[in-house]
């Protein structure tokens, strides 16, 4: 029996929920599309994803997920993360499955005043607590719509963020905002320019001016995503 197979066998399927809606809510798709994902300038894989919000009134809340395929170094791996989030777009809850090289699977969990994490590898089971500060986001690595969810945060504001596959919580800075264009799909497209620091890293991000997601890069890593069309 393969790792992945022993691994889809045991970690419980904890947002189940958000692939059997109810069929009266209200379902709006927010965003989608694909990205190009890139390390240290070469082409490794696509992220294609979906962003719905749910629900109306207290009950709104925001389902994200895609599937983002890589060619790596080590061998193919797949990555399949699934986010639900409050209607403020804090989280509520989040798993994500990586098959293939590196094979991990982690879920997230909101208890009361805290965040409960399980990870799960070939080798073994990790769990961890965090505090639940209101507000708190996700923002898992390598995985470019999540900063959709960073998109309303205003140029010298912080928040806490939770890095599941890292294990560890930061604050988000916003550092500076500014207004420029950027090339999408061969086009100029106006766009914010939002600088972030997490972990004295600079992220910078582009959005549209509905708060879509056309371009990410994290010199630090070498990662960099680029939006496939407008």
């Given at each position: ?11 419980p ?16 798709v ?10 240290h ?102 995985v ?6 960073l ?14 596959r ?24 106006q ?40």
């Amino acid at each position: 029996m393969s790792d992945n197979t022993m691994l889809s066998r045991t970690l419980p399927v904890i947002l189940l929920f958000a692939l059997t809606l109810p069929v009266r809510a209200q379902n709006v798709v927010v965003d989608e599309g694909t990205f190009r994902i890139f390390a240290h300038g070469r082409n490794v894989g696509t992220e294609t994803f979906t962003i719905r919000r749910v629900g109306q009134g207290a009950d709104t809340h925001v389902i994200a997920n895609g599937v983002i395929e890589l060619d790596l170094p080590g061998g193919h791996q797949q990555v399949k993360p699934l986010l639900r989030s409050g209607s403020d777009l804090s989280l509520s809850a989040y798993q994500v499955q990586v098959s293939g090289s590196d094979a991990t699977e982690v879920a997230v969990t909101l208890s009361g005043r805290r965040f409960l994490t399980r990870t799960r590898t070939p080798s073994g089971e990790l769990e961890q607590e965090f505090r639940a500060i209101p507000g708190t986001v996700l923002l898992d690595n390598g995985v470019a719509h999540q900063y959709w969810f960073l998109s309303r945060l205003t140029e010298g504001t912080e928040v806490t963020a939770l890095i599941p596959r890292v294990g560890a919580q930061y604050r988000i800075k916003v550092r500076e905002a500014l207004v420029e264009s950027v090339q999408v799909a061969g086009a100029e497209v106006q766009a914010r320019h939002v600088t972030f620091t997490i972990e004295d890293r600079v992220h910078a991000v582009w959005y549209d001016a509905n708060g879509k997601v056309l371009k990410v890069v994290v010199a630090d890593t070498g990662f960099s995503a680029e939006r496939t069309s407008q």
